[in-house]
C-alpha cells in the first residue's frame, strides 16, 4: 500500500514542544517564531525531516504556518483545514486561526509592541510573503527577523534528507528533449537581459531535465534548485545522491551538493531573475547583500511546463482512460458490497489502490485518498486514519477524492457515492454541484480570459440557493509530476490567461458541516474552439474532458437539470461506455452500461 493509516503527528506532544520553543525564542530574544507548513522548495508535499509544523503542533494539512508568542500560539489554516485543525492540535497550546480572512501581519499587531521582533527562517519564506507582512507591520514597529530555524534546534531526532534515485522521463512522453527546453530558457534570458534564472521549484526542475525522482510522497520529483545562466549552462542542487543514470556527457549540465548552493549565488553576476513568488528570500537576500542586481520574474519554467505538448495530453488520455478502468471496477465492487454492511472508509483507500495497482501502471498514487463518509465528508481534505476510520452507514454520503501517478500522465478525479437512499436535501445540492461542474466543463471563452473569470460558473446554481464552497473550482496538474501545479487556476484569485495544453481539475463541492460532503471532479484541458458558422472571426478556447468515470445517476435531480445540461451528461456517459468496455471485466461492463443509461 502507498497509503498509510497510521496517525502520522502526536498533538499530546504539542504543549511540551511549544514551551521549548519559547526557551529558544528567549535566548534569541525574539517576541514570536513562524512555523510554516512549507519546506525551502515550497511545495505540496514535504519530506519527514521538513515536516515542522506537524512535529510541532499535531496538524497535518498540507498549508498554513503557526506562529509562536510567548503567551499564545495561532495556527493559521484555510477553509479547507478548519474542522480538520480542531481535531487535531491540543486546543490548551494552539488557537487555530481562520487564514486568509485574518492575516498573520494584523494578528501580531494587536498581540505585540512597537520594537518586538519575530523570527523567521529564510529558506522557508518567499520573499513575496515577507514584504506583505513587513508592510503590514510597517506601522507597528514591529521587525521581522531572519535567524536559524527553531524548531530544528529542539527536534533532536529529525531524519536525514531524503536522496532516492533520479531515472531519465523518456522523451517520447516528454515530448521535448532537455536541450530544446534549455535552448528555449536560455534564449528568453537573453532576451531580458538577464545573466542567469534561479530554479527553486523541484518540479521545475524535473520538467527542464527530464528526470523523475522519489524524494517526497506522491510528486516524482528530486529535491533540488538549480542555476540556468545565460551561457547555457545548467548546474543542479541536491543531497548528494549517484548522479551517473542521468547525467549527460559534456558541461551543459552540472550537480552539486546543496550545501555549495549559497557559495554559488554568491558568485554570480547581475541581472539575476528570481522568483518572488516561490524563492526562499534567502536567495535574494545572498544576491544583494554580495551586490548582485535581482530582477523578479515568474519562474521560467512554470508556463511552459503548464501548457502541455501533444505528447503529453496523449499521455494524459491514455493514463485517464488505465485510470478510469480501475475506477469502474473499484465501483463495480463498491455497489455489490456496501450494501452488505460494515464497509469502513479505509475498506473503500484499500480496495481503490489495489485496483489501480492491478493496473501494472501505478507508480504511486498521486495524493492521500479521500474517502470521507457522512460527516467525515465535511472535511475537505479529510485523511482516514485508524482512529477516525468510520464504518458507512445506510444514508451516507461518500466523497472519493483519489488519483494516480502513472509514467504517461497524473490523474484526480471525485465521486460522491450513496450509501442506501440519499434525503433530498443532499440530491438537491448534489445536482446543484452536478450543474456548476457542467457549465465549466461546456464553457467557451476568448483567448486572454483567466480562471477568475469562469470560476463563478461552478458556483452560480449553488449562489442561487445562498450556498457555496470554501475552495477553488480548479487547480493545474502536472505531466507525471505534481498533482497541483501553477499558475493555471481556476479560482476567484487567478489572473493567469488560460493557453491550450493546460491541464485543470474542475471540481465544485458543497458541504455541511457535521452532515455530509459532495464533491465532483472531473481533469480537463484547454483547446482550441471550433468556431461556429455564425461565429465572429477570433480565437476561442474551451476544454476537453480526459476524466471517463460515470457520474451517480442516483443522486441526479433529473429536473433540476435544463435540457442542455441532460444532453451534456448523456452524451458524457454515453463516451465512458463506448471508451471503457473494452477495458473492464464482464461484471464490470454490466455495471457500466447500467451506470451509463440515458437519464
Same mark, same amino acid.
Given at each position: 500500500? #502507498?497509503?498509510?493509516?497510521?496517525?502520522?503527528?502526536?498533538? *499530546?506532544?504539542?504543549?511540551?514542544?511549544?514551551? +521549548?520553543?519559547?526557551?529558544?525564542? /528567549?535566548?534569541?530574544?525574539?517576541?514570536?517564531?513562524?512555523?510554516?507548513?512549507?519546506?525551502?522548495?515550497?511545495?505540496?508535499?514535504?519530506?519527514?525531516?521538513?515536516?515542522?509544523?506537524?512535529? !510541532?503542533?499535531? #496538524?497535518?494539512?498540507?498549508?498554513?504556518?503557526?506562529?509562536?508568542?510567548?503567551?499564545?500560539?495561532?495556527?493559521?489554516?484555510?477553509?479547507?483545514?478548519?474542522?480538520?485543525? +480542531?481535531?487535531?492540535?491540543?486546543?490548551?497550546?494552539?488557537?487555530?486561526?481562520?487564514?486568509?480572512?485574518?492575516?498573520?501581519?494584523?494578528?501580531?499587531?494587536?498581540?505585540?509592541?512597537?520594537?518586538? @521582533?519575530?523570527?523567521?527562517?529564510?529558506?522557508?519564506?518567499?520573499?513575496?510573503?515577507?514584504? *506583505?507582512?513587513?508592510?503590514?507591520? @510597517?506601522?507597528?514597529?514591529?521587525?521581522?527577523?531572519?535567524?536559524?530555524?527553531?524548531?530544528? /534546534?529542539?527536534?533532536?531526532?529529525?531524519?536525514?534528507?531524503?536522496?532516492?534515485?533520479?531515472?531519465?522521463?523518456?522523451?517520447?512522453?516528454?515530448?521535448?528533449?532537455?536541450?530544446? @527546453?534549455?535552448?528555449?530558457?536560455?534564449?528568453?534570458?537573453?532576451?531580458?537581459?538577464?545573466?542567469?534564472?534561479i530554479l527553486t521549484a523541484p518540479d521545475s526542475i524535473c520538467w527542464l531535465l527530464n528526470i523523475r525522482g522519489n524524494?517526497?510522497?506522491?510528486?516524482?520529483?528530486?529535491?533540488?534548485?538549480?542555476?540556468?545562466?545565460?551561457?547555457? @549552462?545548467?548546474?543542479?542542487?541536491?543531497?548528494?545522491?549517484?548522479?551517473?543514470?542521468?547525467?549527460?556527457?559534456?558541461?551543459?549540465?552540472?550537480?552539486?551538493?546543496?550545501?555549495?548552493?549559497?557559495?554559488?549565488?554568491?558568485?554570480? *553576476?547581475?541581472?539575476?531573475?528570481?522568483?518572488?513568488?516561490?524563492?526562499?528570500?534567502?536567495?535574494?537576500?545572498?544576491?544583494?547583500?554580495?551586490?548582485?542586481?535581482?530582477?523578479?520574474?515568474?519562474?521560467p519554467c512554470a508556463l511552459p511546463k503548464a501548457r502541455k505538448n501533444e505528447a503529453e495530453v496523449a499521455g494524459s488520455?491514455?493514463?485517464?482512460?488505465?485510470?478510469?478502468?480501475?475506477?469502474?471496477?473499484?465501483?463495480?465492487?463498491?455497489?455489490?458490497?456496501?450494501?452488505?454492511?460494515?464497509?469502513?472508509?479505509?475498506?473503500?483507500?484499500?480496495?481503490?489502490?489495489?485496483?489501480?495497482?492491478?493496473?501494472?501502471?501505478?507508480?504511486?498514487?498521486?495524493?492521500?485518498?479521500?474517502?470521507?463518509?457522512?460527516?467525515?465528508?465535511?472535511?475537505?481534505?479529510?485523511?482516514?486514519?485508524?482512529?477516525?476510520?468510520?464504518?458507512?452507514?445506510?444514508?451516507?454520503?461518500?466523497?472519493?477524492?483519489?488519483?494516480?501517478?502513472?509514467?504517461?500522465?497524473?490523474?484526480?478525479?471525485?465521486?460522491?457515492?450513496?450509501?442506501?437512499?440519499?434525503?433530498?436535501?443532499?440530491?438537491?445540492?448534489?445536482?446543484?454541484?452536478?450543474?456548476?461542474?457542467?457549465?465549466?466543463?461546456?464553457?467557451?471563452?476568448?483567448?486572454?480570459?483567466?480562471?477568475?473569470?469562469?470560476?463563478?460558473?461552478? +458556483?452560480?446554481?449553488?449562489?442561487?440557493?445562498?450556498?457555496?464552497?470554501?475552495?477553488?473550482?480548479?487547480?493545474?496538474?502536472?505531466?507525471?509530476?505534481?498533482?497541483?501545479?501553477?499558475?493555471?487556476? !481556476?479560482?476567484?484569485?487567478?489572473?493567469?490567461?488560460?493557453?491550450?495544453?493546460?491541464?485543470?481539475?474542475?471540481?465544485?463541492?458543497?458541504?455541511?458541516?457535521?452532515?455530509?460532503?459532495?464533491?465532483?471532479?472531473?481533469?480537463?484541458?484547454?483547446?482550441?474552439?471550433?468556431?461556429?458558422?455564425?461565429?465572429?472571426?477570433?480565437?476561442? !478556447?474551451?476544454?476537453?474532458?480526459?476524466?471517463?468515470?460515470?457520474?451517480?445517476?442516483?443522486?441526479?435531480?433529473?429536473?433540476?437539470?435544463?435540457?442542455?445540461? /441532460?444532453?451534456?451528461?448523456?452524451?458524457?456517459?454515453?463516451?465512458?461506455?463506448?471508451?471503457?468496455?473494452?477495458?473492464?471485466?464482464?461484471?464490470?461492463?454490466?455495471w457500466l452500461t447500467r451506470a451509463c443509461a440515458p437519464l
Amino acid at each position: 500500500m #502507498f497509503q498509510t493509516f497510521e496517525t502520522t503527528a502526536d498533538p *499530546t506532544q504539542g504543549a511540551e514542544r511549544l514551551t +521549548r520553543l519559547r526557551g529558544e525564542m /528567549r535566548a534569541e530574544g525574539l517576541d514570536g517564531f513562524f512555523v510554516p507548513r512549507a519546506d525551502a522548495y515550497q511545495g505540496e508535499y514535504v519530506a519527514e525531516c521538513d515536516a515542522r509544523l506537524a512535529w !510541532l503542533t499535531g #496538524f497535518t494539512g498540507s498549508a498554513g504556518f503557526c506562529i509562536a508568542l510567548a503567551d499564545e500560539a495561532g495556527v493559521f489554516v484555510d477553509g479547507r483545514y478548519r474542522a480538520q485543525v +480542531r481535531g487535531q492540535v491540543d486546543l490548551d497550546a494552539y488557537t487555530p486561526v481562520d487564514w486568509p480572512e485574518i492575516k498573520p501581519g494584523p494578528w501580531l499587531a494587536e498581540r505585540l509592541s512597537s520594537g518586538a @521582533k519575530v523570527g523567521f527562517d529564510p529558506w522557508l519564506h518567499t520573499a513575496g510573503e515577507i514584504a *506583505t507582512i513587513e508592510t503590514a507591520l @510597517k506601522r507597528s514597529g514591529i521587525e521581522m527577523v531572519a535567524c536559524d530555524n527553531l524548531v530544528d /534546534r529542539i527536534w533532536s531526532d529529525r531524519p536525514a534528507p531524503p536522496a532516492e534515485p533520479v531515472v531519465d522521463h523518456p522523451v517520447d512522453l516528454a515530448g521535448q528533449t532537455t536541450a530544446a @527546453k534549455l535552448d528555449a530558457l536560455v534564449e528568453r534570458l537573453r532576451d531580458a537581459g538577464q545573466s542567469a534564472a534561479i530554479l527553486t521549484a523541484p518540479d521545475s526542475i524535473c520538467w527542464l531535465l527530464n528526470i523523475r525522482g522519489n524524494d517526497i510522497p506522491r510528486v516524482p520529483v528530486m529535491q533540488g534548485v538549480a542555476i540556468v545562466t545565460d551561457a547555457g @549552462k545548467c548546474l543542479v542542487f541536491a543531497t548528494p545522491r549517484d548522479f551517473s543514470a542521468v547525467a549527460p556527457g559534456g558541461d551543459t549540465i552540472a550537480f552539486a551538493d546543496v550545501a555549495d548552493f549559497a557559495e554559488a549565488l554568491s558568485e554570480l *553576476t547581475g541581472p539575476v531573475r528570481v522568483d518572488k513568488a516561490t524563492a526562499p528570500i534567502a536567495v535574494s537576500r545572498i544576491l544583494e547583500d554580495e551586490g548582485i542586481e535581482v530582477e523578479w520574474g515568474q519562474d521560467p519554467c512554470a508556463l511552459p511546463k503548464a501548457r502541455k505538448n501533444e505528447a503529453e495530453v496523449a499521455g494524459s488520455r491514455a493514463a485517464h482512460l488505465r485510470d478510469a478502468a480501475a475506477l469502474v471496477e473499484f465501483l463495480t465492487w463498491y455497489d455489490a458490497t456496501v450494501t452488505q454492511g460494515g464497509i469502513t472508509e479505509i475498506d473503500l483507500v484499500t480496495e481503490l489502490e489495489s485496483q489501480r495497482r492491478a493496473t501494472n501502471a501505478l507508480r504511486d498514487i498521486s495524493f492521500e485518498t479521500i474517502a470521507g463518509s457522512g460527516p467525515n465528508g465535511a472535511i475537505m481534505h479529510y485523511r482516514v486514519t485508524r482512529e477516525t476510520n468510520r464504518t458507512l452507514v445506510d444514508g451516507d454520503l461518500v466523497v472519493l477524492d483519489s488519483g494516480g501517478q502513472y509514467a504517461d500522465g497524473t490523474t484526480d478525479i471525485t465521486r460522491t457515492l450513496p450509501v442506501g437512499d440519499a434525503g433530498d436535501e443532499e440530491r438537491a445540492a448534489f445536482t446543484r454541484v452536478l450543474k456548476g461542474m457542467i457549465a465549466i466543463s461546456r464553457a467557451r471563452f476568448p483567448t486572454g480570459v483567466a480562471g477568475a473569470h469562469l470560476d463563478a460558473l461552478a +458556483r452560480y446554481p449553488l449562489w442561487l440557493a445562498h450556498q457555496d464552497f470554501n475552495h477553488g473550482t480548479g487547480h493545474g496538474v502536472g505531466s507525471y509530476l505534481s498533482v497541483h501545479e501553477g499558475p493555471q487556476r !481556476l479560482s476567484r484569485l487567478s489572473d493567469v490567461p488560460l493557453e491550450p495544453g493546460m491541464i485543470l481539475s474542475n471540481e465544485p463541492g458543497y458541504y455541511r458541516d457535521g452532515a455530509f460532503g459532495i464533491r465532483i471532479e472531473n481533469l480537463i484541458v484547454v483547446t482550441e474552439a471550433v468556431r461556429p458558422a455564425t461565429g465572429d472571426d477570433r480565437a476561442f !478556447l474551451a476544454f476537453e474532458t480526459l476524466t471517463f468515470v460515470p457520474i451517480d445517476r442516483r443522486l441526479i435531480l433529473t429536473d433540476m437539470l435544463d435540457p442542455g445540461e /441532460r444532453d451534456w451528461l448523456n452524451s458524457y456517459h454515453r463516451s465512458c461506455l463506448e471508451k471503457l468496455s473494452g477495458r473492464v471485466s464482464a461484471p464490470a461492463h454490466l455495471w457500466l452500461t447500467r451506470a451509463c443509461a440515458p437519464l
